[in-house]
């Protein structure tokens, strides 16, 4: 960008500050710095406070397993994320990162209730690099890393395993550009000048993705099979993708994708998440479509031809499984769902049912798009075959409002009927009625995909 910038009549300055967000948008407001990158997240944390000073003008793009969360095989035999309730678990991570936001998301959408109510298992540092240090040195359980250290961990103790990672879920960590609106409303050519520089020096690295690597070792002390793979893991946007996926532009004839506002889904999906885990007010106003500004990427729309190769658009293939594969693919966990709820006397959802598998139905399409879904209906006690026919009813229920509702592939859902085989535990000093009335319930299992992805 720095050589490409000038022929477009700007000048560019790079900061590094080792992803100190909050201090960075401090800077950003006092005018220091006239356009930011950060994720999503850490802007509608930071940014409120400081009434967001700067509009969402394109974004950079996603993690697509470069973050994650691992763990010691021994500790985590099964390696899912229910695991994580064990006694004494330490996570390690670093604090006002994709790290923080990783663990809050993984304890707003799981059902992992002791992490929801503790923060005791909580082991902020300050630097990534101290991270990597304490799971070289196996000071700690599960450790919260990202590229490149995550791949230096993963080299380093091969008892390390993947517990959840970024690749697993869809609109969480995600990078943007964000613009001052006053710069952009007194620069409004440097501004243009700046994105094209940007996406021009996208678009020739995707096309040299040898030389992109080349220079990449040169800074990074990494082998190169290990850098390819590496980058892999992110998904980064170009003008297409931007316009079309991300702010919801009409696209032209024969494009090939269809119009799609990510960023709006991104931003009230991340907001969601930081209202449960209390890092925004459950009363804070955050309207998407007020910090998000499409003026520059249509100029640039009009400069370029928005055409996208054919097959650009991915999406994941479920095909049919037997039950004997369903059982072979890997838990993920259990989401931390409202009650769903069925009509007195029959197995109906109710009103107040239809709307929990309607939330549900917004994950699974715009946060969990590429994992499958076990659908485990459960009972109170009762009789053995009463009580498995009538959970295997519910679970079907739900997953054909999911299918005919909401175009979920039937394929990806799998009803399966618990009865009362799997009793939740009692809480302290839980009245029976109020036990009792918590074990008819359904739950949402997410699965690896398996097969054709």
Request: glycine share 8%; net charge negative; proline share 4%.
């Amino acid at each position: 960008m720095e050589k490409v910038a000038p022929s477009k009549g700007v000048t560019v300055h790079f900061t590094d500050d080792k992803g100190l967000y909050a201090e960075r948008l401090e800077k950003f407001t006092r005018g220091e710095y006239d356009i930011i990158t950060l994720p999503i997240n850490s802007y509608l944390e930071h940014g409120a406070k400081h009434q967001f000073p700067g509009v969402i003008v394109a974004a950079v793009g996603s993690s697509r397993g470069a973050d994650a969360l691992v763990g010691f095989a021994a500790k985590f035999p099964k390696g899912n994320v229910k695991e994580l309730e064990g006694l004494g678990t330490r996570i390690v991570y670093t604090t006002d990162s994709p790290s923080s936001f990783m663990l809050d998301l993984i304890t707003s959408d799981f059902d992992l209730p002791a992490l929801a109510g503790s923060d005791g298992w909580r082991v902020p540092v300050d630097d990534i690099k101290v991270v990597l240090e304490r799971a070289k040195k196996r000071d700690g359980d599960a450790f919260v890393l990202w590229e490149p250290e995550l791949s230096r961990a993963l080299e380093t103790h091969k008892d390390l395993k993947v517990l959840l990672s970024s690749a697993s879920f869809d609109g969480y960590i995600v990078d943007v550009f964000v613009v001052s609106r006053d710069f952009l409303t007194k620069n409004g050519n440097a501004t243009l000048g700046f994105f094209e520089s940007y996406f021009a020096t996208l678009q020739h690295y995707a096309g040299n993705r040898e030389q992109m690597l080349d220079e990449m070792k040169r800074s990074e002390s990494m082998p190169r099979e290990t850098l390819d793979a590496m980058v892999k893991k992110i998904d980064w946007f170009d003008l297409s993708e931007n316009c079309l996926l991300q702010f919801g532009m009409e696209a032209q004839a024969g494009a090939g994708l269809s119009r799609q506002e990510g960023m709006v889904h991104a931003i009230t999906s991340i907001k969601n998440v930081l209202v449960r885990s209390k890092r925004l007010s459950v009363d804070a106003i955050i309207n998407p479509y007020t910090l998000i500004n499409a003026a520059v990427l249509e100029e640039l729309s009009k400069r370029s031809t928005i055409r996208l190769a054919a097959g650009s658009e991915q999406k994941v293939n479920f095909p049919a499984l037997d039950e004997a594969i369903w059982t072979k693919l890997r838990v993920l966990g259990s989401l931390n769902v409202d009650p769903v709820t069925f009509r007195a006397g029959d197995n109906l959802l109710d009103d107040g049912g239809n709307a929990a598998v309607d939330k549900i139905a917004e994950l699974l399409l715009h946060n969990y798009s590429g994992l499958r879904v076990e659908i485990r209906g459960h009972t109170g006690p009762g009789s053995e075959a009463e009580s498995l026919a009538l959970s295997l009813e519910r679970a079907e229920v739900v997953a054909k409002h999911l299918s005919l509702v909401h175009n979920i592939n039937a394929t990806r859902l799998h009803p399966v009927s618990m009865g009362f085989k799997q009793p939740l535990p009692r809480k302290p000093n839980e009245p029976t009625r109020a036990y009792n009335a918590r074990l008819p319930r359904v739950e949402f299992v997410l699965l690896e995909a398996g097969s054709g992805l």
